[in-house]
């Protein structure tokens, strides 16, 4: 049973390019939840896709946007590149109630040059 | 709102000894849960333990277990006989329930494991 797989592992840009990762879930799992984790940092809740629509989103700029695809798969867009974007990007699956956490994925470790 | 904090930043533990990480949270909920994730070089999150707050019993897994102290809203996770694979970030998280059923982390605490 494959757990939560993301691609890219890793991934360099430049500033103001734009970026797309993405992330299959663990199978049989329905809500997507992205999250960004600077060195060091615990990460931080940017947004939650359930039913291929954003259920809801942590304090991050507009210029952060994802969408889910009927298979419950899921991408993070993220224009106009900034150094501060540079972070490891983890995806967590879920089904229903949180209560026996998340299925989280190796991330994506994103550097903006 | 809540908050999960873990004041420190890193601890050390010689193999075969116990350890405990600290962490402490805040919420107005009555029911909720706690988890501790291991964050290992492989950078993919373990969930480690789970506690349910209604219930009075610390948890247990092995070789780690919490304690739990719902009052003081603390949330302590403690590894006995520590082997070198323990070596890791160790995050404390809040799930929320509902709708919003985000995680909320603490910063984590860098374990070492001596030889």
């Known amino acids: 049973d494959a757990g939560v797989t993301q691609s890219p592992t890793h991934l360099i840009k430049t500033r103001g390019q734009q970026v797309t990762l993405r992330c299959s879930p663990k199978?049989?799992?329905?809500?997507v939840s992205w999250y960004q984790q600077a060195l060091g940092q615990g990460p931080q809740f940017i947004f939650q896709?359930?039913?291929?629509?954003?259920?809801q989103r942590g304090n991050f700029p507009d210029r952060f946007s994802g969408h889910q695809f009927p298979n419950y798969s899921s991408e993070l867009n993220v224009n106009a590149l900034l150094l501060g974007d540079s972070a490891l990007y983890l995806c967590?699956?879920?089904?229903?109630?949180?209560?026996?956490?998340?299925?989280f994925g190796s991330g994506t470790r994103l550097t903006v040059v | 709102a809540q908050t999960v904090t873990q004041s420190q930043p890193e601890m050390s533990v010689q193999e075969a000894e116990t350890v405990t990480l600290s962490c402490t949270y805040d919420?107005?909920?009555?029911?909720?849960?706690l988890f501790w994730y291991k964050q290992p070089p492989s950078r993919q999150m373990i969930l480690v333990i789970r506690?349910?707050?209604?219930?009075?019993q610390n948890a247990t897994e092995n070789r780690f277990s919490v304690n739990f102290q719902k009052a003081a809203k603390s949330f302590s996770l403690k590894i006995s006989d520590s082997q070198l694979g323990d070596a890791a970030m160790y995050f404390c998280?809040?799930?929320?329930?509902?709708?919003?059923?985000?995680?909320?982390f603490g910063k984590g605490i860098t374990l070492s494991v001596r030889p």
């Open positions: 967590a699956s879920s089904l229903g109630s949180p209560s026996w956490g998340y299925t």
């Open positions: 998280a809040y799930p929320h329930t509902g709708a919003n059923s985000k995680l909320t």
């Open positions: 919420t107005s909920e009555s029911d909720y849960y």
């Open positions: 896709y359930y039913e291929e629509e954003e259920r």
């Open positions: 199978s049989g799992h329905d809500t």
């Open positions: 506690q349910e707050a209604y219930k009075q």
